[in-house]
C-alpha cells in the first residue's frame, strides 16, 4: 500500500520554526516531484511548496518565500519542508503531495499524506 505520512507538526509562537517530513512507503517517488499544500480552516488548499526530483526545480508560493525551504533526500524517500519565521496565518493542516509534476496540478498528483497541524500562536 502507497502512504506518504507527514510528521514535524505541532504548537509553535510565532516567529518560531517547525521542520514537516513526508515520508514514503510501499513504492519510490524518487523520479515523482513532491510538494507541500496547506488547508486553512474555512478555507480551500492552497500550493506552498514543490520540488521536482532532483531538487533542481523548486517553486514557493508568495506568501512563504524566504520563511520555508523544501528540500528532499531520494535516498529515504522523505521530502522536508522547514518553515522558519512563523506567523499565526500559517496555521493550517499541511499536506505532502506526490505529482508527476512540480505543477502539482489535481490532474498530476499521484498520492497525498493525512496531514499535520500546524498551529503558530500569537
Known amino acids: 500500500q502507497v502512504q506518504l505520512l507527514e510528521s514535524g507538526g505541532g504548537l509553535v509562537q510565532a516567529g518560531g520554526s517547525l521542520r514537516l517530513s513526508c515520508a514514503a512507503s510501499?513504492?519510490?517517488?524518487?523520479?515523482?516531484?513532491r510538494g507541500w499544500f496547506r488547508q486553512a480552516p474555512g478555507k480551500e488548499r492552497e500550493f506552498v511548496a514543490a520540488?521536482?526530483?532532483?531538487?533542481?526545480?523548486?517553486y514557493y508560493a508568495d506568501s512563504v518565500k524566504g520563511r520555508f525551504t523544501i528540500s528532499r533526500d531520494n535516498s529515504e524517500n522523505t521530502v522536508y519542508l522547514q518553515m522558519n519565521s512563523l506567523k499565526p496565518e500559517d496555521t493550517a493542516v499541511y499536506y505532502c503531495?506526490?505529482?508527476?509534476?512540480?505543477?502539482?496540478?489535481?490532474?498530476?498528483?499521484?498520492?497525498w499524506g493525512q496531514g499535520t497541524q500546524v498551529t503558530v500562536s500569537s
Open positions: 503531495a506526490a505529482a508527476r509534476d512540480t505543477s502539482m496540478s489535481s490532474g498530476d498528483v499521484v498520492s
Open positions: 520540488i521536482n526530483w532532483n531538487g533542481g526545480i523548486i
Open positions: 510501499g513504492r519510490s517517488f524518487g523520479s515523482y516531484a
